[in-house]
């Protein structure tokens, strides 16, 4: 008789659950929903005119359309090696590691990082995408609190000397940051902060993993230095993609980090897909060199700027007072707290009824914790559904809030 098959999964596969937030997702699929949940960039903000003009000529190059190598084409990590002097950080083309997507850089920094049960730093909440690919290796978590500036310097510290206390150290393996319009919380880490962060990792000796997808996305206030651009030791791993400022669908992004740990990571990377789609690295390479990218980020700013601001006004109009929310300066998510009584997971069947709907926050807690919070998007939606959506979303929160 043939064995059943979660016999023939391994444990780590087994321990891949339904995720309550994907089976929340599919109440959202009908066409009448408004939703909030997604991540997604629009399809607006796609340069289509300029991969129109830059694709035929790559078509025309065969070392587009054969195996590259697993670092990565060369006219790419030569491009971002110029891209990144722009940000203040100066490294080599030996330094840059094109990955299938930020998500593939964490998912192979998993593996070559972490054994079971070490323990990863990083803020409450984070990154979904980060706590699936690291789930892999069974990590353990230590987690910072936020504020409306993002890492509470002072709870970092209070985290680093207990680690150290119970001798935890030796498995602390590195600190996970979204510094710039975190996703999900929106927040970003001010300059200050940003060196008091650089100068306790330097202290306690810690690897920093500096996730940047949204970094370029400013809609209003200064830039911030990058934490690799602060980095006088080299430990910083920086990770940075196209999906936000070009298209997702190319899967290309990449890696600013130090020469061993990119030689090992080429290791592991050739067990799991050789290399990095050559044919869009080659559009990536010619979209960076032929100076489209800066023109289109502004495109984009135009878009998602305007969005953001009709998604807070209209919060700001038709929100409960007790719906606590930092507003962001850019990337492309607002966070919501609501009072601690309520569960957005109870709640959502409620508010999907009204066609709006939202993910749950508790999504992004390692520790199950977040239950009164939720993230909403407000980049995919279009102008009149954002407003009407936010107005939908405050009259159910209203309605609840008032039982
Ligand atoms: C914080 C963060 N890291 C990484 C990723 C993955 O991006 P990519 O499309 O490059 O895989 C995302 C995607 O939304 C993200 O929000």
Redesign the pocket.
């Known amino acids: 008789m043939k064995k059943p098959m979660e016999n023939l999964f391994s444990d780590s596969a087994n321990k891949l659950k339904v995720s309550v937030i994907r089976e929340l997702l599919k109440l959202t699929l009908k066409p009448e929903v408004i939703s909030f949940a997604g ?1 997604l960039p629009n399809p607006d903000a796609f340069p289509v005119q300029q991969i129109h003009e830059i694709t035929p000529g790559v078509i025309g190059n065969t070392n587009a359309l054969q195996y590259g190598t697993t670092e990565g084409v060369p006219e790419l990590r030569g491009a971002l090696k110029k891209r990144m002097a722009t940000k203040n950080v100066k490294c080599e083309v030996e330094n840059i590691q094109i990955t299938s ?4 850089a ?1 998912d192979i920094l998993g593996r070559i990082l972490l054994n079971p049960n070490d323990l990863i730093l990083t803020t409450c909440p984070t ?1 979904l ?2 706590i699936q690919a690291f789930g892999f290796q069974d990590p353990r978590y230590e987690l910072v609190d936020m504020d409306e500036h993002s890492v509470i310097v002072e709870d970092l510290e209070a985290r680093l000397e207990d680690i150290y206390k119970r001798g935890d150290n030796k498995r602390l393996k590195f600190f996970y940051v ?1 510094p710039t319009f975190h ?1 999900p919380a929106g927040v970003t880490i001010p300059e200050k902060r940003r060196k008091e962060i650089m100068e306790l990792c330097n202290t306690y000796d810690v690897l920093i993993i500096e ?1 940047d ?2 970094g370029e996305l400013r809609y209003r206030g200064k830039d911030q230095p990058l934490l690799k651009s602060l980095d006088t030791e080299d430990r910083v791993i920086y ?1 940075s ?1 196209f ?1 936000k400022i070009l298209v ?1 669908g190319f ?1 290309i ?1 990449w890696m600013v980090a130090p020469t061993e740990l990119v030689k090992k990571f080429v290791m592991a990377k050739q067990a799991v897909d050789l290399c990095t789609t050559t044919f869009t690295q080659y559009i990536g390479a010619e979209y960076l060199n032929k100076g489209h990218v800066d023109q289109h980020i502004e495109k984009i700013k135009e878009i998602y700027g305007r969005k953001m601001q009709i998604m807070l006004q209209s919060m700001a109009e038709y929100f409960p007072e007790e719906a606590e929310y930092a507003e962001p300066d850019g990337g492309m998510f607002v966070w919501v707290r609501l009072p601690e009584h309520i569960n957005t997971i109870e709640i959502f069947p409620q508010v999907v009824e009204k066609n709006v709907a939202y993910v749950v926050g508790s999504a992004f807690y390692p520790n199950g914790k977040g239950l009164n919070t939720m993230r909403l998007n407000f980049t995919h939606p279009s102008d009149e559904k954002i407003e009407e959506g936010i107005k939908r979303l405050g009259n159910v929160l209203h309605q609840i809030l008032e039982k």
């Open positions: 991540g997507g930020s998500q593939q964490l990154y995408g980060a979204t996703n996730d997808p949204y990770l993609t999906s997702p899967r992004a």
